[in-house]
């Protein structure tokens, strides 16, 4: 049979190898399995049947036990397990981290070389329209390979038509999942309302888009080869958990390219580019031409930071924003990985922003508080009539807002019966009811 053919020259790499074959019960699982059990001798392959019950649908008990059954009748060991994912969010996603998870820790378990999956044609064409829905780059294009890792597609080039015929001439029984007829699921509406309307323009749209996507992929390498190239001129070092870029060579590259470097580097700090988008990317620039101590808090626990003349990435546990606390007058705090101090001086002149702010010492007592910005934050601006949300500040400043709570805001405290007074958006405007009297002592706030 062709598609015997094909998946035996596909394998023929990898003969003598174990193999943890993914299996849910459907057609395609189904059909890798045979497939794979009608080459094992001849190739000396080592099968394990693994499934992984989701438990997110009624059913799905009786489908772990089909497979089960199906590894027993040939005569296969399987490994099975219950992911018990909790509903509400974007429950498909992390269904499949949850799973590709357990396929690594039974892959290690058993030995084995590789995890199969039973990935086929149309499954790469319903990823590529879900990335171009959501937004994509080069990397979204090229979909995904036959060999990612220890993940092995072997079905890949394989329309689901063909899948299905196999299936039928060898009379092979599957379960059916009735929520891929659901197109409140994304990848459902995509398969059955959106390739379905594009099939009549272009009968062949799977096999032409399988095609192009090939090539966006071989252009994908060539396009990651020359960002590498690139990455290494604009490193000042490089480690395990961070790396430091020079912002004057970042910022005469083309955006396009300088792009392609920021997606290289979070790639080879995080392993892969999964979670960051190009609103990140965007920050990233964005971060070049603020002052220094600037930064940005980026997926996966990566932040990016402009220290003078180089940016600085590093990876770690997602960080907690910083919590209140106060600061003496004269003396310094920390805000999380920043200090904020104050000196009184005789004379001093006023700044309107920045990281430095010249304040009336009477005006600002002794003792001040630091915290987070919180809604209904409000104050009367230097340099601007009335008064303005803190919120709508950091807005027009273009400051993302899950960096927001790393922006210290400094109150003076309210005494009996009285409010707290916002004294100064660090790094951006100080309260013009505090700009200091002429002849009276100043305090100096500086952020570091």
């Given at each position: 049979?062709?598609?015997?053919?094909?998946?035996?020259?596909?394998?023929?790499?990898?003969?003598?190898?174990?193999?943890?074959?993914?299996?849910?019960?459907?057609?395609?699982?189904?059909?890798?399995?045979?497939?794979?059990?009608?080459?094992?001798?001849?190739?000396?392959?080592?099968?394990?049947?693994?499934?992984?019950?989701?438990?997110?649908r009624r059913g799905s008990?009786?489908?772990?036990?089909?497979?089960?059954?199906?590894?027993?009748?040939?005569?296969?060991?399987?490994?099975?397990?219950?992911?018990?994912?909790?509903?509400?969010?974007?429950?498909?996603?992390?269904?499949?981290?949850?799973?590709?998870?357990?396929?690594?820790?039974?892959?290690?378990?058993?030995?084995?070389?590789?995890?199969?999956?039973?990935?086929?044609?149309?499954?790469?064409?319903?990823?590529?329209?879900?990335?171009?829905?959501?937004?994509?780059?080069?990397?979204?294009?090229?979909?995904?390979?036959?060999?990612?890792?220890?993940?092995?597609?072997?079905?890949?080039?394989?329309?689901?038509?063909?899948?299905?015929?196999?299936?039928?001439?060898?009379?092979?029984?599957?379960?059916?999942?009735?929520?891929?007829?659901?197109?409140?699921?994304?990848?459902?509406?995509?398969?059955?309302?959106?390739?379905?309307?594009?099939?009549?323009?272009?009968?062949?749209?799977?096999?032409?888009?399988?095609?192009?996507?090939?090539?966006?992929?071989?252009?994908?390498?060539?396009?990651?080869?020359?960002a590498a190239r690139e990455?290494?001129?604009?490193?000042?070092?490089?480690?395990?958990?961070?790396?430091?870029?020079?912002?004057?060579?970042?910022?005469?590259?083309?955006?396009?390219?300088?792009?392609?470097?920021?997606?290289?580097?979070?790639?080879?700090?995080?392993?892969?580019?999964?979670?960051?988008?190009?609103?990140?990317?965007?920050?990233?620039?964005?971060?070049?031409?603020?002052?220094?101590?600037?930064?940005?808090?980026?997926?996966?626990?990566?932040?990016?930071?402009?220290?003078?003349?180089?940016?600085?990435?590093?990876?770690?546990?997602?960080?907690?924003?910083?919590?209140?606390?106060?600061?003496?007058?004269p003396g310094e705090a920390?805000?999380?990985?920043?200090?904020?101090?104050?000196?009184?001086?005789?004379?001093?002149?006023?700044?309107?922003?920045?990281?430095?702010?010249?304040?009336?010492?009477?005006?600002?007592?002794?003792?001040?508080?630091?915290?987070?910005?919180?809604?209904?934050?409000?104050?009367?601006?230097?340099?601007?009539?009335?008064?303005?949300?803190?919120?709508?500040?950091?807005?027009?400043?273009?400051?993302?807002?899950?960096?927001?709570?790393?922006?210290?805001?400094?109150?003076?405290?309210?005494?009996?019966?009285?409010?707290?007074?916002?004294?100064?958006?660090?790094?951006?405007?100080?309260?013009?009811?505090?700009?200091?009297?002429?002849?009276?002592?100043?305090?100096?706030?500086?952020?570091?």
């Open positions: 049979m062709q598609l015997l053919d094909e998946v035996r020259d596909i394998l023929q790499p990898y003969r003598d190898r174990k193999l943890i074959v993914a299996v849910s019960g459907g057609v395609d699982s189904v059909v890798l399995l045979d497939l794979l059990n009608e080459l094992r001798h001849e190739l000396e392959l080592d099968l394990v049947v693994a499934h992984a019950d989701h438990g997110l008990a009786k489908d772990a036990r089909f497979v089960e059954a199906l590894a027993h009748g040939l005569g296969l060991p399987s490994a099975s397990t219950r992911l018990d994912l909790n509903p509400g969010g974007n429950v498909e996603a992390r269904a499949r981290e949850a799973r590709y998870r357990w396929l690594e820790t039974i892959r290690k378990r058993r030995k084995a070389d590789y995890v199969v999956t039973a990935h086929q044609a149309d499954d790469q064409v319903e990823t590529l329209f879900l990335h171009l829905a959501r937004g994509t780059g080069m990397q979204g294009l090229s979909g995904m390979k036959t060999l990612s890792g220890t993940v092995l597609r072997p079905l890949l080039g394989t329309p689901r038509a063909q899948v299905a015929r196999y299936a039928r001439r060898r009379k092979l029984k599957f379960r059916r999942d009735p929520t891929n007829r659901n197109v409140k699921h994304a990848r459902n509406r995509i398969r059955h309302q959106v390739i379905r309307s594009l099939r009549k323009i272009n009968p062949q749209l799977v096999e032409t888009v399988s095609q192009s996507m090939r090539v966006f992929s071989n252009e994908y390498e060539v396009a990651r080869m020359l990455l290494a001129q604009v490193t000042v070092s490089a480690g395990g958990d961070g790396r430091k870029l020079k912002r004057a060579k970042l910022m005469k590259m083309d955006r396009g390219v300088r792009h392609l470097v920021w997606r290289e580097a979070l790639r080879q700090l995080a392993g892969d580019l999964r979670g960051f988008a190009l609103r990140h990317l965007e920050q990233l620039d964005d971060l070049l031409h603020r002052q220094t101590g600037s930064r940005a808090h980026l997926p996966r626990g990566v932040t990016a930071a402009r220290q003078y003349d180089e940016l600085v990435l590093r990876i770690g546990p997602p960080a907690a924003p910083p919590k209140r606390t106060t600061l003496a007058v920390d805000f999380g990985d920043r200090t904020i101090s104050a000196k009184t001086v005789a004379r001093a002149r006023p700044e309107a922003s920045g990281r430095t702010a010249v304040l009336d010492a009477v005006a600002l007592g002794d003792e001040l508080v630091i915290r987070p910005p919180r809604a209904g934050d409000r104050f009367k601006p230097v340099g601007m009539r009335g008064s303005k949300l803190v919120s709508d500040l950091l807005t027009d400043a273009k400051v993302p807002r899950d960096e927001r709570p790393w922006v210290p805001v400094v109150l003076k405290p309210g005494g009996r019966g009285k409010r707290q007074q916002v004294v100064w958006v660090a790094g951006y405007r100080a309260d013009r009811r505090f700009v200091p009297r002429r002849g009276g002592k100043r305090v100096v706030l500086r952020l570091v």
